[in-house]
């Protein structure tokens, strides 16, 4: 820890009091000026590993790690302002193939990741919920190891959409496009975000969502700026602009009562298995789909045994050894797509397992998506 | 916190040939430690593995009861459980586990047990057996109803007269085509109920098999007069990790691999039925 801001007095954050002027429980809210944000993150990144979304020669953006050479470079493809990039950051704590461990002549090597501390910055408010989703999905149960050293000391950093992609829908499923400051004690911490960004301009009004947060802050103050009234003005009326400009409605309550009460008609999934042509892609980029496949891999007598994402819309997900398939039909596999989101993760959680990000409309080949389909059952 | 993924080598002790696809195999952990505290209960299963073979889930066909013995019947189907079926006395074998829920005993005591079992169905069911066995007195009736494809896929062919030879307890064996020294029963489980009667009244029947001889025989089961709640089945389906996390077990909002994968009959029509479950 470089300088923690309870040894340095610092100018920001301030305790909040009578007659604050921001929102929160934490703090009067800060600025940070956007032509800093650059250093703040090569600052940054001497103590975590930073990653960013990033623009690569595709022109494809997804989170990836400040490298540790040329970075004021590799920050010139930095890509705050675009909507939530069509690869999650789901890559950064759950990567598509991971080893679990190597082996050599029958002996063991465990390959778990170092718990390093992990800065996410840039973070849409969809991605943050789906975090906090995952999150909660490895805790339970049996703990995963893998997930939960990568990720136990991460710091989110959500920078709100300013202009919410086409296909999104957080407004219907109040997930964004940014998050609610925690009001009272008992709300810091609950809505995942550690920090949370408003563009206002040339710079961004910054609020605190817990003490990870706080501390980052108080650690890196010379970043930081005391907000004026007028800043927190101007991210209100951001964020009214920002929720205004999310036009794709949809009623996503109706849709989980009536997953819920298990009202859809097979003939709407058989509907979609007509067109789907079940390539997966929707679940792959889905933030919050963690389904996994475990293989092995070997030469001579040295391998590894990995896991890689898989996705419950494939054929082979459920065919057994023997040949039986009790997902054999196509439109089974659509309504365990869409039902284990919409019904059972919400009845096993109180989380839907959608957060309205619209990928999976975004990236299928053939137009479907969630929203299609709550548009279908909500008729 | 523990790595789950993490499996421990096992020693084939002995190996014992059940038909012409399928094997019992006694093994024993390498480290000391962790076979003398190795702890598990009747009708959980382990993920076996070979390095650079794979994964798959098998039950424990041993009983707790007889401490220091980890058997494992294992059926060649596929790449890895033909890879394992080549394997020879002294080889070793990685596992991890145990995983999933149990046949509950203390909740049957005093009670008629029927087990009824198809296949390669029966080994899970051995387990809770030979439990049974080795507490002989605490049960009431025992039946066995046991059916294979021909007479040469019986497993346990030796250990099947020592059951029979249990007090109280009736052993019922059938094939689907018979050979020319076959003397018992031809057909389908099912067929067995005229040979016995079944009286579900304050009985468990604990069942194991293919997905279709399930469905048939909680049909007979019901008939006789069983109680949806003491029916139990052992289910199987295609399993990756055994700890609620890689998804392929998930039935509606269950996981076969922790919330079974011994279900019993009411809550299996809780399952929403178009996951074809039996
Ligand atoms: C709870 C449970 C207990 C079982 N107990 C036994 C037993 O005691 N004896 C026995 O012979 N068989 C048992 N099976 C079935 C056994 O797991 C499969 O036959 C085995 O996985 C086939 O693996 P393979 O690599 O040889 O086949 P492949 O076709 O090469 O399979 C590749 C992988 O797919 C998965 N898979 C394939 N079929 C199944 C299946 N039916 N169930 C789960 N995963 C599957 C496994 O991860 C396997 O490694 C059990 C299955 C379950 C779910
Ligand atoms: S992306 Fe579209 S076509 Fe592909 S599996 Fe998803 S819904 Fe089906
Ligand atoms: S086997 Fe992986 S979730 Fe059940």
């Keep these: 820890m470089k300088k923690l801001h309870n040894s340095h007095p610092p100018p920001y954050p301030l305790p909040s009091r009578e007659g604050k002027i921001g929102e929160g429980v934490f703090v009067i809210p800060c600025t940070v000026k956007k032509d800093r944000v650059k250093d703040l993150l090569i600052t940054a990144s001497e103590e975590w590993d930073a990653f960013v979304p990033w623009k690569g020669p595709e022109e494809d953006v ?148 817990s003490e990870k947060g706080k501390e980052f802050i108080g650690n890196y103050q010379d970043f930081f700026e005391e907000a004026s009234k007028k800043d927190v003005e101007l991210s209100k009326a951001m964020k009214k602009k920002a929720e205004e400009a999310v036009t794709l409605k949809i009623d996503f309550e109706k849709a989980i009562k009536n997953f819920c009460e298990d009202k859809i008609s097979q003939i709407i999934y058989e509907k979609i298995a007509e067109r789907c042509i079940y390539c997966g892609g929707c679940l792959y980029i889905c933030p919050t789909c963690t389904c996994f496949n475990i293989f092995d891999g070997k030469k001579g007598d040295r391998g590894k045994r990995s896991r890689n994402w898989d996705a419950c819309v494939f054929e082979g997900y459920t065919r057994e050894a023997s040949g039986h398939n009790p997902r054999a039909e196509k439109w089974l596999r659509t309504s365990r797509r869409y039902e284990h989101k919409l019904k059972y993760n919400y009845l096993t959680t109180g989380m839907s397992g959608c957060v309205g990000c619209g990928r999976c409309l975004a990236t299928c080949p053939v137009n479907l998506g969630m929203s299609k389909l709550i548009q279908e059952v909500t008729k | 916190m523990k790595n789950e993924y993490l499996p421990h080598p096992a020693r084939i002790e002995s190996i014992q040939r059940e038909s012409f696809d399928t094997q019992t195999f006694k093994v024993i952990f390498v480290d000391e430690k962790l076979a003398k505290s190795f702890n598990y209960k009747p009708g959980q299963f382990m993920e076996i593995s070979l390095l650079g073979m794979g994964e798959a889930p098998i039950s424990i066909t041993s009983s707790p009861s007889r401490k220091g013995c980890l058997e494992f019947t294992i059926r060649a189907m596929g790449k890895l459980t033909r890879a394992i079926n080549q394997l020879k006395r002294g080889n070793v074998l990685y596992l991890r586990g145990p995983y999933g829920n149990s046949f509950s005993l203390e909740e049957v005591k005093g009670k008629d047990l029927y087990f009824i079992a198809g296949g390669i169905g029966l080994p899970p069911l051995r387990s809770v057996i030979n439990t049974v066995f080795d507490k002989r007195e605490n049960f009431g009736k025992v039946k066995i109803l046991y059916g294979a494809k021909t007479p040469d896929e019986l497993c346990f062919k030796e250990e099947l007269k020592v059951w029979q030879k249990f007090p109280n307890t009736e052993l019922l064996l059938t094939v689907d085509t018979q050979d020319k020294d076959w003397k018992g029963n031809v057909g389908v489980v099912t067929t067995l109920w005229e040979k016995t009667a079944m009286d579900g009244n304050q009985a468990i029947a604990c069942v194991c098999g293919p997905p279709i001889m399930i469905r048939f025989v909680v049909q007979k089961l019901l008939e006789s007069q069983f109680k949806e709640k003491n029916i139990h089945i052992s289910l199987e389906r295609y399993m990756k990790c055994g700890l609620g996390k890689c998804g392929h077990c998930n039935i509606g909002g269950k996981f076969v691999c922790i919330d079974g994968p011994v279900f019993t009959y009411s809550q299996i029509k809780e399952l929403p039925a178009k996951e074809h479950v039996l």
């Design chain 1, 62 to 209: 997804q989170f990836v790690k400040l490298p540790d050479e040329k970075r004021k470079n590799f920050l010139d493809r930095l890509s705050l302002e675009d909507g939530a990039p069509l690869i999650p950051p789901k890559t950064v704590i759950f990567p598509q193939l991971e080893s679990l461990f190597e082996f050599e002549e029958g002996k063991i090597k465990e390959m778990i990741p170092s718990p390093t501390k992990k800065l996410l910055f840039g973070l849409r408010a969809c991605d943050v919920k789906a975090i906090l989703f995952v999150d909660d999905f490895f805790k339970r149960n049996f703990e995963d190891i893998y997930y939960l050293n990568r990720t136990m000391n991460k710091l989110l950093v959500l920078v709100g959409c300013k202009t919410p992609p086409r296909d999104c829908f957080c407004t219907s499923t109040k997930t964004g496009p940014f998050l609610p400051v925690p009001r009272s004690l008992g709300e810091v911490g609950k809505e995942g975000f550690d920090l949370q960004l408003v563009d206002i301009g040339k710079k961004y009004l910054v609020e605190v969502g």
